[in-house]
């Protein structure tokens, strides 16, 4: 029994030198912090306000007790434009499981840009390492001031652009702003400044956001034109997998949206996802996204086309694309 009690003590010797300095014993160890609780739990009392004031834990410690990582201005943003298709890319995008977005579109580089970029970022979702955050404001791309703002937060952030017929694009302006408000005048009468010379009116906005070179040029005194990404709204509808391929690419993401994601909706007229994000069933874009289009007199119709070609024309070259418009 001696020897057996001796080798035990030897052998602890050893083995346990590391758990206590010499000549004294280890210290206790602190507890670690609780983590903070997420909104929504048992004794959350404070406002959402306050919530978004909150300075956001970025630390890997903090990260692993909430397990949701940690918030990060976006990487990638859809900037454009209005009734191109901005929400379908959205949505089908955040099916990508490295894909992080904000739903709402938060519209800071237009109208919140004096609430700062630690305001902005905390509107952004948490994300994992590996993972791209990203948000859709389509009135970014006509408004001036938003091609410096953004490039002051990172040149590095990458730009998407849906794009649309602008003649088909400004009738659905109309038509969304026509279900808002039915005493609005008719399209036809706000095209133009004097019909009788066919002067078109460039100062209403559902005409003015189609003129795409002249808000380009803008964009490209503070970002290359490798660094935005066109999408076309018309093939977003014919061949969604495609574009999503495309979008994939740009963002250095693995292609896996696919064809197996999305079917045809007849009803509706355009492709429907078969599984949302978090979700395990089909959905379609609300009642908002494809209304019907009112009848328009199609001398006017022409008469946009021929006012549009020429802009057309000149954004095909900037681009490189050809987007059969004409």
Excluded at 94 to 101: S, T
Excluded at 285 to 294: A, I, S, V, Y
């Amino acid at each position: 029994m001696l020897f057996l009690w001796l080798y035990m003590f030897y052998s602890c010797a050893g083995s346990c030198a590391g758990l206590t300095t010499r000549g004294s014993p280890a210290p206790p160890r602190a507890a670690p912090p609780l983590p903070p609780l997420l909104p929504g739990e048992p004794g959350e009392e404070s406002s959402l306000e306050e919530q978004r004031a909150a300075p956001d834990a970025g630390s890997p410690i903090s990260s692993f007790f909430n397990g949701s990582g940690t918030k990060r201005l976006p990487q990638a943003i859809i900037i454009g434009v209005k009734k191109g298709g901005t929400r379908a890319l959205l949505e089908f995008l955040r099916v990508h499981p490295d894909v992080r977005a904000v739903g709402a579109e938060p519209h800071f580089f237009d109208r919140n840009y004096e609430r700062g970029l630690a305001w902005y970022r905390d509107l952004m979702p948490r994300t994992l390492e590996g993972q791209i955050t990203m948000e859709k404001t389509p009135s970014y791309f006509v408004t001036k001031e938003a091609p410096a703002r953004i490039s002051s937060m990172s040149k590095g952030t990458k730009l998407i652009v849906v794009v649309r017929d602008p003649v088909t694009r400004a009738i659905s302006d109309y038509t969304q702003t026509l279900s808002k408000k039915p005493d609005i005048p008719t399209f036809e009468s706000l095209t133009f400044k004097n019909r009788t010379t066919g002067l078109i009116d460039t100062s209403w906005s559902a005409i003015q956001i189609g003129i795409y070179a002249k808000h380009l040029e803008n964009w490209l005194l503070y970002f290359p034109i490798g660094q935005i990404l066109f999408v076309s709204g018309e093939r977003l509808i014919s061949d969604p997998a495609g574009e999503l391929g495309r979008v994939q690419d740009f963002l250095g993401l693995k292609r896996i949206i696919t064809d197996k994601h999305f079917y045809f909706n007849k009803t509706k007229g355009f492709p429907c996802l078969k599984k949302a994000e978090g979700s395990s069933k089909p959905h379609c874009l609300g009642k908002t996204k494809g209304r019907t289009h009112p009848d328009i007199d199609q001398e006017v119709v022409q008469r946009l086309r021929d006012f549009y070609r020429p802009f057309n024309m000149k954004f095909y070259q900037m681009t490189g694309q050809d987007f059969g418009w004409d």
